[in-house]
């Protein structure tokens, strides 16, 4: 057996020959953090390479991405499925080794980080989903899920702030089987730190609620693994392990400077590297007995095999939550939900009901609620406004997690980013909410979550000018052109209750993706419809209103705003004008209709078009043409009652109607 540091070397010795390969890259965090990986995946780390989403294994997040070649590595050599031959393609089209680690290409990789501090803000959000399952399915001499988290971060995911967010939550929640290594190195992209990161981040972590082990030499593997003992003995509390290392470990003339910390060391230097170390083998050549030390397969395997005991066990002793356990680890919906999804929508369109959609998105969560134990939802502080609670929830605590609902505070960013995490762990349905104005917070966890094609659903209400007095501040205008136009990013903006629980069952059925649902806080009148309508609500766009004969003139509109279009096509149809009404409330989902479709409720040989959204313009010139009419904002809003607001700038059915008669 080769010695931990000889073990460690190997990650060094290969994270320095792809950086220097690939012509760059981060080749500095991985040389100092080595050590401490070695100790963690070898010795502590209960993960199996043969099937590595076995649903208890410990979790491990890389949140300094930009060191991926550690983790790599640490894949390779364990024994997941990502060849030799895919750390010589570091950073090359269409490896499995991308310049950050991502996910859904190398078995193993949990989470896409890079974006300093959220992978650290996954990790937490893994960490409450696994207390949450276990809360909810953990029996006496049962634990089927009990398994670690663990992050390794860096100076910058502790500046950023999303990390204050997501670690203050992680105290509160008590999640004491969150292991967080600090890479305590002193050196980012400008330099040493000490100029502008200054803080005693032990005491911010104490002051979080967290178990703090302080002065651990991250190159000594004994204090290191005592570190982790003493960790993992805690389970009231999450815990930060502040390691000291030097970044660049073995680099004779750059390890703990700023050189060694995005850029290859060089050929000369890596030479000087590998003899400082001891490392007498080629680029990328590993000997059979490091292979041995590092071979995690069969291991892993008998971990599993343990636990599959343990899981037929429980299922004889408890057949119906075993059930229910292997059904949400699947990801697949209960038997009843279509079909009850449907029901409760055909109800809703045989009683109207002019309700805010916020409201209506509540009586869908009463509805749903019931049918989906996997719900597990939250707000950022604005339960009462976003209306997020439903009768059945109950809120997750630190002393009983077994609730639904999570209070993250006024926490957007990491709120988001937290909810990509429980995705990703598994065994949820994850939505949380806050104003639309405030998505702008947390922007690039919502980002995030479409990159890596997780299924959150992020509820966004007080939608538009129409909030009212809170004015300019709160009231949202280009918000939702930015989400339009993030890819694999579905937006819903529906026009009553009916739409509201549509886009409800659409978000919670999608599994390739994330959704946004976004609702208004006026009450909004609910529109007429067949029962094929009602079936074309799920296809993004559909002929809301159709006139007796050839339309002359289409207007378009969303939320809030339909009621508009149907109030001007009643004058325009009463003047002789044959005027059809579309109601777009997702136009990602109405763009990946067949051509045949589109074509039906957009036919190219009506050119004349209004689009009405109480929102930013640009959407809408590709469905009405550059000759079309868009009435829409232009500017930021005012505070004002939300009546005086849509008639001060313009956004009424009056001047939808003029619209068209210009036309």
Known sequence: MSSRRHLANAVRALSMDAVQQAKSGHPGAPMGMADIAQVLWTDFMTHNPNNPNWSNRDRFVLSN?????????????????????ELKNFRQLHSKTPGHPEYGYAPGVETTTGPLGQGITNAVGMAIAEKVLAAQFNKENFDVVDHNTFAFLGDGCLMEGISHEACSLAGTLGLGKLVAFWDDNGISIDGEVQGWFSDDTPKRFEAYGWQVITDVDGHDADQVAAAIDKAKAETSKPTLICCKTTIGFGSPNKEGTESCHGAPLGEDEIKLTREALGWTHGAFEIPDDVYAGWDMKAKGSEAEAKWNTLFAEYQAAYPELAAEFTRRQANELPANWSTEANKYIAELQANPSNVATRKASQNALNAFGPLLPELLGGSADLAGSNLTIWSGSKGVE??????????????????????????????FKAYGATFLMFMEYARNAVRMAALMKQPAIFVYTH????????????????????????????????????????????????????????????????????????KDIEKGAYVLIEPSSAPEVILLATGSEVHLAVDAAEKLTAEGKATRVVSMPCTDLFDRQSAEYKASVLPSNVTKRVAVEALAKDTWYKYVGLDGVVIGMDTFGESAPAGELFKHFGITADAVYEAAKGL
């Open 463 to 534: 939608d538009s000018i129409g909030l009212g007095e809170d004015g300019p501040t709160h009231q949202p205008v280009e918000q939702v052109v930015a989400l339009r136009a993030t890819p694999n990013l579905d937006n819903w903006r529906p026009c009553d209750q009916v739409e509201s629980a549509v886009s409800w069952k659409a978000a919670i059925e999608r599994t390739d993706g994330p959704t946004t649902l976004i609702f208004t806080r006026q009450g909004l009148p609910q529109q007429a419809r067949t029962e094929q309508q009602v």
């Open 398 to 427: 630190a002393d009983d997690a077994s609730g639904n609902y999570l209070y993250y505070g006024v926490r957007e960013f990491g709120m988001s980013a937290m909810m990509n995490g429980i995705c990703l762990h598994g065994g």
């Open 65 to 85: 991405g930009h060191g991926s070649m550690l983790l790599y590595s640490l894949l390779h050599l364990t024994g997941y499925d990502l060849a030799i031959e």
